[in-house]
């Protein structure tokens, strides 16, 4: 802490007086503060929002890795990685992960794996460190070139105290570069078990699905309609013909019953009609005017009549 003030002496009592006019931090607690004023203003900007943190891919194709050459950091991330995933592939990226070539260091090997389309995620490691030793992964432009990268990022920085800014913008960050490893990368030993499993389980499932159809299916074939199935076809053929013969016998009844009452239905028209009347003996006598005549004392002489008899009709003359 800089103060910066003036001093007072009062002669006559001895007195010495310091007033002070500025107060400013130096070393940390300096730079804490700038760091956290830059982490402020990123987060007002947007650069830094949890919200827009992409998903690690299950099983990627190519891991990129920023790190310094031959450094434990390296070292772990491939041994773990490796020992989970023989098949994994690596896109290396050294740089100084301290000091003034630090930074631009970083933002350029983020810059080149981010292009390259094999890469699907990247991790930036380091076996932790002093804390000033790590200042250049809280550098603004280290920050922002991994907040704008397409490509998701992981952060094993290994720092828990005063963690750098660069852990507020990765999609993920990891204590250590060993947790990195076994988060980028499932274990394959442990995949595989776990497939298996599934795979007994369908397997029994299926084995108990075909047995219980076999028993159903011996069930089935056990019934007497399928060791002889001409029995069941010959009784409902029996049943057939007993059911027609009973059709034909109630239709021939029907029938018969209405032919009877139409024929009693067509005498008692016939006896009832014009026709039978004539046929008893009586005549239907018209005048020229073709009316019929019930009445003789109505009748003038001379009129001439029409006598309709049974069979054909005679012209006369009343007298």
Do not use: W
């Not at 010495?16 to 402020?40: C, H, I, P, W, Y």
């Not at 203003?41 to 050459?69: H, M, N, S, W, Y």
């Not at 397409?150 to 828990?160: D, F, L, M, Q, Y």
């Not at 990765?170 to 990195?180: I, K, L, N």
């Amino acid at each position: 802490m800089i103060i910066g003030g003036k001093l007072n002496f009062y002669a006559p009592g001895g007195k010495l007086s310091f007033n002070v006019t500025s107060m400013r931090k130096v070393g940390m607690g300096d730079l804490l503060a700038q760091l956290e004023a830059l982490r402020a203003k990123l987060r007002a900007e947007g650069v830094i929002d949890e919200t827009k943190r992409q998903p690690l891919p299950f099983l990627p194709k190519r891991i990129g890795l920023i790190t310094a050459q031959n450094s434990d950091a390296e070292k772990d991330v491939l041994k773990n990685v490796l020992e989970r995933f023989p098949d994994a592939q690596f896109e290396f990226a050294y740089v100084p992960v301290q000091g003034e070539g630090c930074a631009p260091a970083v933002v350029e090997a983020i810059a080149k794996l981010d292009a390259n389309p094999d890469v699907d995620v990247i991790i930036i490691a380091r076996g932790g460190g002093a804390f000033l030793d790590l200042i250049g992964f809280s550098d603004e432009r280290v920050v922002r070139a991994a907040a704008a990268a397409k490509t998701p990022i992981v952060s094993a920085i290994g720092h828990e105290a005063d963690r750098p800014i660069l852990d507020d913008v990765a999609d993920f960050r990891a204590s250590t570069p060993t947790d990195a490893a076994k988060n980028v990368v499932p274990d394959v030993a442990e995949e595989l078990y776990r497939i298996g499993e599934v795979v007994n389980r369908i397997v029994m499932r299926i084995g108990h699905y075909v047995t219980s159809q076999s028993d159903f299916l011996t069930q089935v074939l056990s019934r007497p309609i399928m060791t002889n199935p001409y029995v069941f076809l010959d009784e409902k053929q029996q049943e057939l013909e007993r059911t027609l013969d009973e059709l034909r016998g109630e239709i021939a009844r029907n029938v018969e019953r209405e032919t009877a009452e139409h024929s009693t239905r067509e005498n008692m028209l016939r006896s009832l009609s014009p026709q039978s009347t004539l046929d008893r003996g009586y005549s239907v006598v018209r005048d020229s005017a073709g009316h019929v005549l019930n009445d003789g004392s109505k009748v003038k002489t001379g009129t001439k009549l029409n006598i309709r008899l049974a069979k054909g009709e005679i012209e006369a003359t009343s007298n």
